[in-house]
T-cell receptor, first 113, second 113 residues
Framework: EDKVVQSPLSLVVHEGDTVTLNCSYEVTNFRSLLWYKQEKKAPTFLFMLTSSGIEKKSGRLSSILDKKELFSILNITATQTGDSAVYLCAVEASTSGTYKYIFGTGTRLKVLA | EAQVTQNPRYLITVTGKKLTVTCSQNMNHEYMSWYRQDPGLGLRQIYYSMNVEVTDKGDVPEGYKVSRKEKRNFPLILESPSPNQTSLYFC????????????FGAGSRLTVL
């Protein structure tokens, strides 16, 4: 059965700290891995990763994928209170011309001022 | 503005009273899907559609129906809602092919008494 596991489940840090969120997966017919940020509403897209070892970066956020070890990490440096959210990892898998997304349960990050 | 629109955003209903949650996207996306989000379980796919008149079951389809008569609309139908369908529902869409990602609607919080 396809699964995506995120760790830790929750995290509390202080502003300025650096955090690393983990996502491991066991998915047949992997196509891509995506990170989303969810703040009490719809998930918003952060990164899409398809190739191993290539870091994606956007401001203080970065992410990398390891297709051999089947995991990805999301790093947030110099955290701010606005980074408080649930971070979701999803894997896109394809089978016979169709595809689906398998989501992890998320990591709840709280950044204290 | 490119978006996925869901209605209603909030609904309280009673067991057995049929309801429909509408989903419409204005981005000409081929792929649409429905998810439910429950605490500790993350986002789980209910149904998805690769294109008009093409729908398929996700991981938790029991108790739900969908239809895709037009490209822009993908309603979720609960024929006889039960309390275990109390959840937060998200519709999402995606353009076929390439580095395209799921875009989510704002969510519909459904309570079945």
């Amino acid at each position: 059965e396809d699964k995506v596991v995120q760790s830790p489940l929750s995290l509390v840090v202080h502003e300025g700290d650096t955090v690393t969120l983990n996502c491991s997966y066991e998915v047949t017919n992997f196509r891509s891995l995506l990170w989303y940020k969810q703040e009490k509403k719809a998930p918003t897209f952060l990164f899409m990763l398809t190739s191993s070892g290539i870091e994606k970066k956007s401001g203080r956020l970065s992410s990398i994928l390891d297709k051999k070890e089947l995991f990805s990490i999301l790093n947030i440096t110099a955290t701010q209170t606005g980074d408080s959210a649930v971070y979701l990892c999803a894997v896109e898998a394809s089978t016979s011309g169709t595809y689906k997304y398998i989501f992890g349960t998320g990591t709840r990050l709280k950044v204290l001022a | 503005e490119a978006q996925v629109t869901q209605n209603p955003r909030y609904l309280i209903t009673v067991t057995g009273k049929k309801l429909t949650v509408t989903c419409s996207q204005n981005m000409n996306h081929e792929y649409m899907s429905w998810y439910r989000q429950d605490p500790g379980l993350g986002l789980r796919q209910i149904y998805y559609s690769m294109n008009v008149e093409v729908t398929d079951k996700g991981d938790v389809p029991e108790g739900y129906k969908v239809s895709r008569k037009e490209k822009r609309n993908f309603p979720l139908i609960l024929e006889s809602p039960s309390p275990n369908q109390t959840s937060l529902y998200f519709c999402a869409s995606k353009r076929e092919g390439g580095a395209n990602v799921l875009t989510f609607g704002a969510g519909s919080r459904l309570t079945v008494l």
